[in-house]
C-alpha cells in the first residue's frame, strides 16, 4: 500500500449536513398550557409550567453522536476512498482461468486446490480494478466458456469468478486464447491474464496485447494411469495391457486394482520409478465380460503424495474381435487361404465346390468363383468373380476394359472403413465380371469408365461383399492393397456394435457416432453419474452425442418402442500427461504480435485502486443499527411514580425562572 485518496472527493462537501444534526439538539421545546382540574397528581407538571427558550447549550448525547457518525460513514462511502495497492494488472482485462484436472491438485497451503488459489487471485484482482478497467473472464476446460463479458460490474465479475468449478478433463487452450484474441481485437491496452499451472500446449495462436502469466501450483507428486487396453488373441484367453506413470521426484508404490463387470478380479502391487512408467500384463482374464475398471491408489502406508485423483481411473469396453467360424469354398486359392489362416480370431474350414456347403452354421462364408445352386448360406459373405447370376445381382457378361483412375485410385469413398488405406492405383486387373441390379449394394471401388470392382452392403440381414475379378487374373495378391483390403473386410464382418470407435477408449469432449445395427426409434445414453439422455431416431439412422465432459463409462440403450433392442457402451478416460505431469512451470512460450515470446510467471507489476466504500458503508450500517436499538430503548422506559410522592400534600417549590423575561409570569 503505497497511499490513500477519494475518487469523488467533492462528495465530501456533504460533511456540512452535521450542522442541522447539532442545530436540533440545541433547540428547546416550547410547550403548551392546557388547563387541568387538579394538579394534586402531577407534580412533575408544575416544574415544566415555564415556558423554554427557543435555544439551550448544547449538552453531551450519546444519540447525537451516533448519528454523527453514521453521516460521516456515509459521506465518507460516497466518497468512495481507496488504497492503492500492488496488482497484476489493469486496463482492458481478459482473464483466463484454468479449470483443467491438474487445476484440482491440493499442494497449495491448508490442502487449498490449485483452481481454489487461482480463484482468490482472480478475485483479488477484480478488487483493484479502477473506474475505467473492463474484465473478461474465460473459464478454460474441455469447451472455454465466458463466464463475464467486459464487464465492470465487480458484483457480476465476482460472482462469476466464484460460481466456478474445476473440471477433470483437459483443458482446450487453442479455443481460449483464439477467444481471448477476438475479443482484444483493436484494443491497445489490451491485458491478457493467464491463470495456471502452466500446462500448455505448443504451437498457440497469436495473442496481441500484452499477457501476463501467474502461476499456480507448487509440487510435482502424482502418480497416473495413463494407458488401459483389452484385447483378444487367437486361441487364448483376453488379455489386459495397462501403463502406469510417476511424475513426481520420489519412487512411489502404488496397488493396481481391475473389476470386471463391477467385482473386484485381481489387485496387485508394483513400484514405480520416479519420473518414469510401468507396463501391466494380465493374461489370465475370463471370457465372459464386457466392462473393465481399473484404478492405482497408494498403500495406507505411503509416505509419498499423489496431489490429483482424477487421473488414477481408467475404463475399458471389451467386444471379442474377429468373425468367428469362416468357410472358405475355393478351388484351391492359396492366396484366400493363406490370407485368412493369418487373420487373427477366425476359425477357417476350407472346402472345395465338389464338396458342396458342410453342414453347420458359419459367421462368414467365402464363395471363391462358385456359387451354390440352392439358396445361399446364412450369415455374412463374400463373393469373388460370381460366375452366374443370383438373388443378389445379375452377370451380364465380362469386361477388360479394367484401367483404374490414376487420381481417385478407383476409390469412390475414401473414408469408408472397407477402402480405408487401400491403394489400387498400382493393381491390374485382366478382367472382371459386369453386374447389374445391385441397388443393395454401394460401389467402393471402380475401373475409370465406372463399372464396378468391389461392392459392399446389407441384404436382408446379411452383410455382403461383392469381388468382380478372380485373385488370379490380377497382382492383386502381389500388392500391398491386398491384406490391407482383407483385414478391413474382417473388421467390417466383425459382429457389428451400435458404436465403433477408434480404439478402446475416446479423451473427454470427444464426439461419439451412434448407428444401431437393428430396427429402433430411440437411443438413451446414461452418463457416468446416472443421468440419461434420449435421442430420437427420425430422419437418420444415427445420431451423434457429444455430452462426453465425464470420464467413466456411458451405457447406450438401443431401443424400439419401449424394448431394447441392443445394448452397447463405450468409454471416456484422462490419458493425458500433460495433465498428469503438475509440477508448475515458470514460463509460457506464446505467439504475440513481437513474434514467439517466453512469458516468465510474475508477481503483481501495477498499482491498482483497492476501494474501502464497503467496509466504511458497512460500519454506518452497524452503527445505525446500535443507534435504533438506542433510541427504542430510551423510548419504552415507563417513568418512575414514588408513592411518597404521589400522596404528599405539600408539593415541592417550582424551580426559579433562569432568564429575567420570565420573572414576572405567576404561576
Known sequence: MSGLGFITPALL??????????????????????????????????????????????????????????????????????????????GRIVLLLDASASMTATDMDGGKTRFEVAQDIALDTVNTLGSEDTMTVIRVSEVPEVLAAASRDRSVLRRAIRDAEPSTVSADWQSALTLAAAGGRGVDNL??????????????????????????????????????????????????????????????????????????????????????????????????????????????????????????????????????????????????????????????????????????????????????????????????DPPTSGPLFDVTGESSASEIDPASGGLTDADNPITRFVDFRTVNIRKFRTIERADWANVLIQTAEGAPLLLAGEFEGQQVAVLTFALQDSDLPLQLAWPILASNLSEWYRPQRAINTAGDSLPPGSPITIRPTVEADAIVVERPDGEKTTLELTNSAQVIYADTSQTGLYKVEVKLGEDVAQRDAFAINLFDPSESAIAPRDELTIVTAEGETRITSTTSEEKGRRELWMIIASVGLLILGIEWWYYHRNLSRKPKILIGQSFSAKPKPAPRPRWKIWAGRTR
Open 191 to 384: 491485458r491478457v491474464v493467464v491463470l495456471s499451472d502452466g500446462g500448455l500446449p505448443p504451437n498457440l495462436p497469436e495473442i496481441p496485447g500484452r499477457v501476463i502469466y501467474e502461476k499456480v501450483g507448487r509440487e510435482d507428486d502424482n502418480f497416473a494411469l495413463t494407458a488401459l487396453s483389452v484385447r483378444a488373441l487367437p486361441d487364448s484367453p483376453p488379455q489386459l495391457f495397462a501403463e502406469i506413470s510417476n511424475y513426481g521426484s520420489s519412487d512411489v508404490e502404488v496397488i493396481f486394482a481391475v473389476d470386471l463387470d463391477d467385482e473386484l478380479f485381481n489387485a496387485l502391487r508394483y513400484t514405480v520409478p520416479a519420473q518414469s512408467s510401468i507396463d501391466v500384463n494380465m493374461d489370465d482374464l475370463p471370457a465372459n465380460f464386457t466392462r473393465v475398471k481399473a484404478s492405482v491408489s497408494r498403500p495406507t502406508n505411503s509416505g509419498v503424495a499423489d496431489y490429483v485423483e482424477s487421473d488414477n481411473v481408467g475404463y475399458a469396453v471389451f467386444s471379442p474381435g474377429g468373425t468367428g467360424k469362416a468357410l472358405l469354398v475355393t478351388e484351391g486359392n492359396r492366396f484366400l487361404d493363406q490370407i485368412y489362416s493369418l487373420i487373427s480370431g477366425i476359425e477357417l474350414t476350407t472346402v472345395t465346390p465338389d464338396q458342396g456347403l458342410p453342414a453347420g452354421d458359419y459367421d462368414l462364408t467365402i464363395l471363391d468363383g462358385w456359387l451354390p445352386d440352392e439358396d445361399l448360406p446364412k450369415g455374412d459373405l463374400l463373393i469373388i
Open 13 to 90: 462537501g456533504l460533511s456540512a449536513l452535521a450542522i442541522p444534526i447539532f442545530l436540533l439538539y440545541m433547540l428547546r421545546l416550547r410547550r403548551t398550557d392546557m388547563p387541568i382540574s387538579s394538579t394534586f397528581l402531577w407534580q412533575q407538571l408544575i416544574r415544566d409550567r415555564e415556558a423554554n427558550a427557543p435555544w439551550q447549550k448544547l449538552r453531551p448525547n450519546l444519540l447525537m453522536l451516533l448519528q454523527l457518525l453514521i453521516l460521516a460513514a456515509l459521506v465518507l462511502a460516497l466518497a468512495r476512498p481507496f488504497a492503492e495497492v500492488d496488482t497484476l494488472t489493469t
